[in-house]
Every structure is written in structure tokens, then in C-alpha cells.
């Protein structure tokens, strides 16, 4: 079904676009600030950012904005209306409970991922990893069997013409190299990060594939470096990640 741009409100996709703004790494901004991510007039930013704390989802100090945990009622109510988070659960807890590792399940949304659920054993970012968090697709172990699931046109639409931001000094940065790395991946059926998307942190993860075969999530498990060396990721985790690949199969849509 086609919407006309008549049958829109351009309010409210100003002040979404506004809210998206707010990231794990910008979390307080300033009007400015806003205005220069959002690509809106400062203006217009001001509006949706002054609107936002009379709603109760931001604070304002006079000069930065910061979103309140109301903001968190949105996420929320999303994640309450899709059956992935509940379905992959309680394998996510059985499956950190076994390894003594972090595990996650995040679904791809543009050229990033989005976690819809984990079981976290301990802390391995800098960044508190909760459903809902973000992290760039081309870096991250589930972004990558997500992307290679994709034709390379497709990815290269999501994605750009490159180079990628380069997170750490591990990352890869260069689109060919990338599409190298996703053709292994598609040829081997998991990946492999090592400290690309953060220094002392490595990872494995497979695709989650419905009954027809199509992939529409990721699944990890996330650890320190310090706990097992990059080569060794596939001898220790990929059995069990495999495992629940093959139980969650016939459940998901």
C-alpha cells in the first residue's frame, strides 16, 4: 500500500527523526547538536526537542537535552508486540548459563542492528547492551551473517560506497574487503569479530532462518578477549549456536 505525503504528519516525522538522534554515544545534546544530526533548522529542532520535555521523554538544563526513561515506553511497546523476543529467551538464558558468556538476538534495521534480547553474564562493552541498542551492521558479528544473507547490490545499498567508519584499529573499513569477508561468512555459515567494533571485545554469531529459510535475526554469544582467542571462537561456541539455530528454525516466521 502506497502513503501519499497528503496523508502524513510532518510533525511527528520531524520529531521521530529528533529522537533517533539520541545514541549511545550522543546521549546529551544540544539544540545544535540535534539540528546538524537530524538535518533539521535549528528552528524546527527546538520545536520537537521542547515539545519532547513537555511530553516527560527529555530533560533540559537550559542547554542540553537528554532523554528520560519515558522515551523508553515506545521501545517498549514495539518490543511487546513481536514474538521473536519471547521465543529466543529462554534459549539465550539456557545457552549463557551453559558457556558462562554473553548471548544476543538482534534483528537488522537499515545498516544497523538493533538486540531485541540478550542474557548477559557480564559487562563486555563499554556501552550497556540492552534490547534496543544499536551497533553498526558492517562491524559486528550479527550484522555480518545478516548482510551476507543479502545480494551485493542490496548491501551496498544499505550500506554506502565507503569507506565505513573505522571504530577501532581492527575494523574493516574498505567495501572490498568487507564483501570478501561476507562471502566467507555466507560460505562458512557464521562470523567472526575480533575487537572491530570495540577494543577487547570478540565475537561469534550464525543466522536464525525461519521455516521457509529466510534469515531474520542473528544470534551471539559475546565475550572478552581476554577469555579465548579470536581462532578458537568456532571450536568453543559454534556447536551450541548451531544448536539453538536448528530448535529456533521451525518457530520463528
Sequence with gaps: MSISDR?????????????????????????????????????????CLLTLAQGGYADYDGKFFTLTPRILRLGTSCLATMPLPQIVQPSLDALSDQIGESS????????????????????????A?????????????????????????EVLALLGLGPYPARTPHT??????????????????????????????????????????????????????????AAALPSRFLAQLQRIQAELRGLLR
Design 129 to 153: 547492551l540492552m534490547p534496543g541498542s544499536r551497533l553498526p551492521a558492517y562491524c559486528t558479528s550479527m550484522g555480518r551473517v545478516m548482510l551476507a544473507a543479502l545480494s551485493d547490490a
Design 104 to 127: 544476543s538476538v538482534s534483528i537488522l534495521d537499515g545498516p544497523e542492528i538493533v538486540y531485541v534480547a540478550r542474557a548477559a553474564q557480564q559487562r563486555v562493552m563499554s556501552i
Design 172 to 229: 574493516l573499513t574498505d567495501p572490498q574487503a568487507l564483501a570478501d569477508e561476507l562471502s566467507r561468512v555466507r560460505a562458512h555459515g557464521y562470523a567472526v569479530i575480533d575487537q572491530e567494533v570495540e577494543l577487547g571485545l570478540r565475537s561469534i554469531a550464525v543466522p536464525l532462518l525461519n521455516a521457509r529459510g529466510r534469515v531474520v535475526a542473528a544470534l551471539n554469544v559475546g565475550l572478552a578477549a581476554s577469555h579465548a582467542e
Design 7 to 47: 496523508d502524513t504528519m510532518g510533525g511527528l516525522a520531524k520529531g521521530l527523526r529528533v529522537i533517533e538522534t539520541f545514541t549511545a554515544e550522543r546521549p546529551r545534546q544540544s539544540i545544535a547538536e540535534v539540528a546538524l544530526a537530524s538535518g533539521l533548522d535549528r528552528a524546527t529542532a527546538r520545536r
